[in-house]
């Protein structure tokens, strides 16, 4: 059966940014297709909302609360996985974000956290990950953005962490092939609570939608399907590729109104 192929039953996997949003989303849609899950974020409250749909889909959640914009603490939740579960089949780089910011008022520590925060804790953990994930043949799905590719004003530091995690996404794959797929998502705008101050405004909302190809703004649940996807054997023969799950983008669909410079 072809929906076989989608199905991870036994295997077990680490998701960051996992109190809600598509980390959340991820970590349940994972739990369905028969994976046990690490979550991680800064809220255990969250986390334990999101362990207790994992325990109704019949499957573990270990809840490590943490702050993962430092790497350390990334890469600690590869060993923690394997202690709990006994191995490690998938690792979902989701955490990362940075506010928009005008161009002149980008410091080079705002652009260095940034960095930070989007690819270095993306890369200390898939290190870390490496070894279990070389004894399993398993895969890491790097979360990415829309703005890696497109041009906003507002998003250099943003779109240019983005950028280098999708670009690490190729890198990685290339270094970990055969054993090991990477692959990354450039997501579009999905309405997380990131994106809060635009759903609840029907204006923005609508403009956001009309300027979108399909017309909506997305959810979370399409990204989480993507990422089931790519780490199951129905996207086995998938590595270094970066999917665009963004409604059709091409140009930004929400400009953010700053001025010309001058």
Known sequence: MILDRFKLTGQVAVVTGAGRGIGAATAVALAEAGADV?????????????????ADAGRRAHVVAADLSAPDA??????TAVSEFGR???????????????????????????FRFNVATAHALTVAAAPALLETGG??????????RVAGRGFAAY???????????????????PRVRVNAISVGSVATSALEIVVGNPELKEKMESATPLRRIGEAADIAATVVFLASR?????????????????TPNLELGLPDLG
């Not at 790097?142 to 890696?148: F, L």
């Not at 779109?159 to 092939?177: N, Q, S």
């Open 74 to 79: 990334a890469a600690a939740l590869a060993s």
């Open 139 to 148: 895969s890491v799905v790097n979360i990415s953005s829309v703005m890696g």
């Open 38 to 54: 690490l979550i991680a974020s800064r809220t255990e409250s969250q986390l334990e909302e999101v362990a207790t749909r994992v």
């Open 88 to 114: 490690l089949d998938l690792v979902v780089n989701n955490v990362g974000g940075t506010y928009p910011r005008p161009l002149l008022e980008s410091s080079v520590e705002f652009m260095e956290e940034a």
């Open 234 to 250: 129905a996207g086995g023969y998938i590595t270094g590729k970066i999917l665009e799950v963004d409604g059709g983008l091409q």
């Open 159 to 177: 779109g240019t962490a983005k950028a280098a995690l999708a670009h690490y996404t190729r890198l990685a794959a290339a270094d970990l092939a």
